[in-house]
């Protein structure tokens, strides 16, 4: 793959936010190839044996509820194949077992792909007991089950990958129409992951286009509908505090998305769809020395947030208005009840949501989400006891010998007044719309 290098970074303390960077061409050829490129100042070549290296040390997770199942064969085919697959399935097992044809499905095209697939649906009663053997009771319901939701199949699945022993975790959604469109994806992880000095890194995908049919022609529309405003809010979060309008951020919503194991272990995370703009949101409560200094080994290694334009259009399930009613509202709550959130922004926020008919204009935004805390206080050894006889043990290859669970870390509050937030001089000044 051939890459520009980032032309914008945003630093917050440690924090790094490499803005948009376009891909030039998808193979980059091999390692030795002769390339008149390598003196190229702005453009980083990730050669093809370097992008296989990583996919060797990757777990890409596919969450699943009720996709066709002729999708996710095709997003499972668009996967290198030495990345391990985890495929995460919230799908319904009554009156019809939805989740034994995936499977059936899936361990079938595995046989011709010669690779072993680790399915696992998100109620499976033997997780769940490893869950709660582990201590991470935050992921269970009242009846003991693990809850529904996206995120909460993703934290499941980052505890299964951390037990293969991966070094990198990677998300692609099951409804994608395009296999080569999921190819790609996991290649510009994998030039995210060469491109980054730090062991705290995340890759999101910025696609390049959406394709839609408008008036019986191809259009093809460059942001989501939730993204264009998740990423406006975002910005204006990270303008307050720098004092500077900032446009760095456009993967507020990223469904795609990677990061090294040692940063998926430290973030909390949020329920349903607003897991992903909560990534930047908790990433700059933890770290952006807003409540309190960040810890040392992230000020010495740094955090970095690398986004990438993918070439082919992405095209998936077309899921209706409420659905993506439903995702803009929950990443807006998730930024509204962030204690760095300033009282001005909230007040956008508030108006933002009443305008674009989210909520009836007299509802103030509620407290509907759940907060995980970091896995690394999870106790991975009784969760790899719990799951000794299940099938896929085979691949929990990570060596847990001297594994202890660090302590919680300190909870953060959600209330805007508990953290000491800094009025800064342009408070006031900050655009409106
Ligand atoms: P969008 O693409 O962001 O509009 O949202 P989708 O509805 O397409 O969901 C993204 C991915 O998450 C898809 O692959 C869904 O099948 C999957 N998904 C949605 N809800 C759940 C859930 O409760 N559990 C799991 N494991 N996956 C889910
Ligand atoms: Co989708």
């Not at 995370?269 to 992903?276: L, T």
């Amino acid at each position: 793959m051939k890459i520009e290098i980032s032309r914008e970074i945003e630093r917050f303390g440690p924090i790094k936010i490499h803005g948009v960077q376009k891909v030039f061409e998808l193979d980059g050829g091999l390692k030795n190839a002769k390339n008149d490129e390598e003196n190229n100042p702005i453009i980083r070549r990730i050669a093809y044996d370097v992008q296989h290296e990583i996919q060797e040390q990757m777990a890409i997770v596919v969450p699943v509820r009720n996709e066709k199942i002729k999708l996710i064969e095709g997003v499972l085919s668009g996967i290198p194949h030495h990345c391990q697959v985890i495929i995460v399935s919230n799908s319904p097992r009554e009156p019809m077992d939805r989740f034994k044809l995936e499977k059936d499905a899936i361990e079938h095209i595995g046989r011709f792909m010669n690779k072993k697939f680790l399915i696992v649906h998100q109620k499976d009663v033997a997780l769940t007991r490893a869950v709660e053997a582990s201590g991470y009771k935050h992921l269970l319901n009242k009846k003991g089950e693990v809850k529904n939701g996206k995120a909460e199949g993703m934290i499941l699945s980052t505890m299964l990958a951390y037990l293969c022993g991966k070094k990198y975790i990677g998300f692609i959604d099951s409804d994608n129409y395009f296999p080569g469109a999921v190819q790609e994806y996991v290649q510009e992880y994998c030039a995210a992951f060469h491109l980054s000095n730090s062991p705290y890194t995340m890759a999101r995908i910025s696609w390049h286009s959406k394709p839609k049919i408008v008036e019986s022609n191809l259009f093809f529309a460059k942001r989501g509908r939730a993204s264009e405003h998740t990423n406006r809010i975002l910005n204006r979060l990270i303008s307050y505090y720098t004092g500077y309008g900032t446009e760095i951020i456009k993967t507020g919503n990223a469904g795609e998305h990677a990061l090294t194991m040692e940063m998926a272990m430290k973030l909390d995370y949020s329920s349903g769809y607003s897991i992903e703009p909560y990534h930047y949101v908790n990433v700059l409560e933890k770290y952006g020395g807003i409540i309190a200094p960040p810890p040392d080994d992230v000020m010495k290694a740094g955090v970095e947030f690398y986004q990438i334009e993918s070439r082919n259009p992405h095209l998936h399930e077309v899921k209706g208005d409420q659905h993506v009613k439903d995702m803009s509202l929950a990443a807006m709550e998730v930024i509204y009840q962030s204690p760095i959130c300033p009282p001005l922004l909230k007040a956008n926020i508030l108006e933002d949501v009443h305008n674009r008919s989210l909520l009836p204009v007299d509802e103030d935004i509620s407290r509907s989400l759940s907060y995980y805390p970091a896995l690394h206080s999870a106790d991975f050894k009784k969760f790899k006891e719990e799951l000794q006889n299940e099938s896929y043990a085979e691949l929990f290859t990570k060596d847990l010998t001297d594994y202890t669970p660090e302590k919680k870390d300190k909870k953060v509050l959600r209330e805007t007044k508990a953290a000491k937030i800094k009025e800064l001089p342009n408070d006031g000044q900050l655009e409106v719309k």
